[in-house]
Nanobody, 127 residues
Framework: QVQLVESGGGLVQAGGSLRLSCAASGRVIKFYTMGWFRQAPGKEREFVAVISGSGLRTAYTDSVKGRFTISRDDAKNMVYLQMNSLRPEDRAVYYC????????????????????WGQGTQVTVSS
């Protein structure tokens, strides 16, 4: 079992920054692809960012490219999402998830391919 706990969400003005953290316990996340997803009110959960097991490959949804950065520290069992230049449309509950694939370069943007999820952290951006 893997437990994922997100933190770092909150209320920020448009243009501001937040850094989300995802702490993993139980089985380690080393070599597993890790992703961040978000769900806004009345919308389906959507992909935000992903980092491969090696940390060498990342991908982002188009709307956050150049503003968000995903990173990982396997020694600490942590995954991060640095969010800059936040916009009101970034408002959502953000979830950290572990892919069911243990691979150095694989990435996935599909929620169904992730087997462990955190409880989410709320991000609200005021205009």
């Amino acid at each position: 079992q893997v437990q994922l706990v997100e933190s770092g969400g909150g209320l920020v003005q448009a243009g501001g920054s937040l850094r989300l953290s995802c702490a993993a316990s139980g089985r380690v996340i080393k070599f597993y692809t890790m992703g961040w997803f978000r769900q806004a009110p009345g919308k389906e959960r959507e992909f935000v960012a992903v980092i491969s097991g090696s940390g060498l490959r990342t991908a982002y949804t188009d709307s956050v490219k150049g503003r968000f950065t995903i990173s990982r520290d396997d020694a600490k069992n942590m995954v991060y999402l640095q969010m800059n230049s936040l916009r009101p449309e970034d408002r959502a509950v953000y979830y950290c998830a572990r892919d069911d694939v243990r691979a150095l370069m694989a990435i996935s943007t599909t929620p169904s391919e992730y087997d462990y999820w955190g409880q989410g952290t709320q991000v609200t951006v005021s205009s």
